[in-house]
């Protein structure tokens, strides 16, 4: 009851509010309420000041209800129209009205030509909007589409742009706009196969923008071409290669153009894929696209940057979906394709100080082992073998020759390495044994540059593989080329030790040597059969040539003076042997040639 007749005291004790025409200097009665003391008229204007009175808001309510609304539009708009905008898109500098009135009429060709871009005609237009004004400036939320401050009236069709324009900014264009403002694709140059080496670059380069996520969508919905493997075929017969001429035609190039030189390159044994790298620390993953060709040839999978690592060997892993990387570095990294995950392996346990760099390894064929080749030693050299699984050392070779280890490379089977030294001596080291089986000497070795094993001989009781051919490069560009076969007689009809075999010969005599290099020999490639030997130089200009086993001989009609090699930093050739292995089925293999520039070519061996 109390706390009702306080209420009741307190409403009618306060002050009614003056009128329109009155004002609070006019009004001389002092209020007292219950007791306190009369406000002076300094007081009273100082609260008036701060906490407002009833005449200053019946004026703010006059003001907005003048401007309909139109204020806090235009508030409402600038703050959220601009705040993704730059400093020089927020001021303009006032150079003279003739001036502003030129850049206005240039800023609107500028969006008359943006809106043009369209491929498709507009569905409706307005005969009106010619006729139609609009003044920019009387109404506030339309200032901010004027180009200049003295701009005021345009007609409805510029109108319309810079309101286009206007909500450009403040919206994301939508992916069906995007579309719509892309142009026409244009034709595409169809190569005929006479005319395969005679095109220019700028003929081939045509197509060679960076392909989209279209064929990467595509491949992920239609998973058989990936998966389907390049292996031999049942109930083909194999076909042989004809010497001296070869039947080779170019075919799309990789259309991605890497940033620097294409040192590393490789297929994957079973798979459409081809693995390149270099110094740009990045690894790039394409698909080789079977005939016919895809919309977008050989399109880029996907690519892995490791920063600060400048690759030098990317390899496939024969068996799994893992891809080993190595640079100038005391680590290396693995990445599997299944996962994603990346693993770095920083050292390895015991051989810290012989193996201060991983740049050079080579994976077995069986996919079991990995050699690194170690620090280079006065008077010799190490590969410490790894377990490919598990990457944990397992054992170790050295080899005693002048200069170090020049190149080495597995056995077909995988029992052991073959390992040539820079002074022109070649070890033949057999995993099983752990020991040296055999040594000889390459004749004429003139600074060993680089090594290769291709073919396969009959002779399943041979000591030292059951490679068929050596190739040994050197220095002077000259290559020799030895046939294991003739090192070794038939094997014993009865199950006898390989000891019975004759000694391998610590001198043998070549079976070809090849002086069509004139540089330092760089790459030996075999194709996987070993009927077709690749050779280059990376110190001249085009300096390639493909050779014929067993003949030996080099084929004479390619390349030509006009076929676009380059300098070449990467070879490698897919299928082989004519026995379904080659990308289709009149293709015997595909060879491919990286360049400094980063460019990757492939031409067809029919």
Known sequence: MAKTMVKEREMVQQPTPPTQGESDEESDVDIVLDGEPAKDDVEQELERLVFGDSVGFRDGLRDVALVEGESADEDEEGATGFQGLDDADLFFTDTGADNAHQAAANASDSDSDSAARSRHPAAWEDSDDERTLVSLASAPRLRKLRRTEAEDVVNGKEYARRLRRQFELLNPRPEWAQHAMQKPARKKRRLSASDDDMASDDEMDMDDDIPSVAPLSKLLRDAES?????????????????????????????????????????????????????????????????????????????????????????????????????????????????????????????????????????????????????????????????????????????????????DFCWWRDSRGLCIAGKSGEVAEWSIASQTMVARWQDEGAVGTTTLALGGQHELVKSAIGTDRWVVVGSSSGVVNIYDRRAWLTTPPTTSTSTSQQPPIPTHPKPTKTLDHLTTPTSHLVFSPDGQLLAMASKWKRDAMRLVHMPSCTVFKNWPTSSTPLGRITGVAIRGGGGDGAGPDGDVYALVAVANEQGRVRLWEVR
């Open 226 to 406: 990936l998966v389907r493997s390049s292996g031999p075929s049942t109930g083909s017969k194999k076909r042989k290669l004809r010497p001296e001429v070869i039947d080779i035609q170019r075919t799309k190039d990789i259309a991605l153009t890497q940033p620097s030189a294409i040192t590393s390159l490789s297929f994957h044994p079973t798979l459409p894929l081809l693995l390149s790298s270099g110094p740009s620390s990045t690894l790039y993953l394409h698909q080789i696209a079977s005939s016919p060709p895809a919309p977008a040839p050989n399109p880029l999978l996907t690519s892995l940057h490791i920063r600060g690592t400048a690759l030098t060997t990317t390899a496939f892993h024969p068996t799994d979906p893992r891809i080993f990387l190595a640079a100038r570095r005391r680590f290396f990294h693995v990445w599997n394709l299944q996962t994603g995950r990346v693993e770095k392996v920083a050292r390895v346990y015991g051989q810290q100080h012989e193996q201060r760099s991983m740049e050079r390894f080579k994976l077995s064929p069986d996919g079991a082992y990995m050699a690194l080749l170690g620090s280079a030693r006065k008077g010799g050299g190490v590969i410490n073998i790894l377990s490919a699984s598990s990457l944990q050392w397992v054992t170790q070779v050295r080899v005693e020759s002048r200069g170090g280890i020049a």
